[in-house]
């Protein structure tokens, strides 16, 4: 049973904990990076990750919403 398990809505927190088990002390961002990297593409996301390992990834807004301001988090 994962300690996130009862929270809501499922699937964010699942991400969440997934992406809390990747070890990303401060020199040690390579592997947190290129998981986000590998989560947008598999997605069909755009995605950049520039040579200090930030990562940008781009989603289009959902539809209703296409011209709100953007979001970044």
């Known amino acids: 049973m994962n300690v996130l398990d009862k929270l809501s809505p499922k699937e ?19 592997q947190v990076s290129d998981y986000l990297v590998n ?11 520039d040579k200090e390992l930030n990562v940008i990834i781009k989603k289009g807004g959902t539809k209703g919403y296409e011209k ?4 970044i988090i």
């Open 12 to 30: 964010v927190f699942a991400f969440f904990e997934e992406l809390s088990s990747i070890p990303r002390t401060s020199e040690n961002e390579k």
């Open 39 to 49: 989560l947008a593409k598999e997605r069909g996301l755009e995605v950049f990750q």
């Open 68 to 71: 709100s301001a953007p979001v």
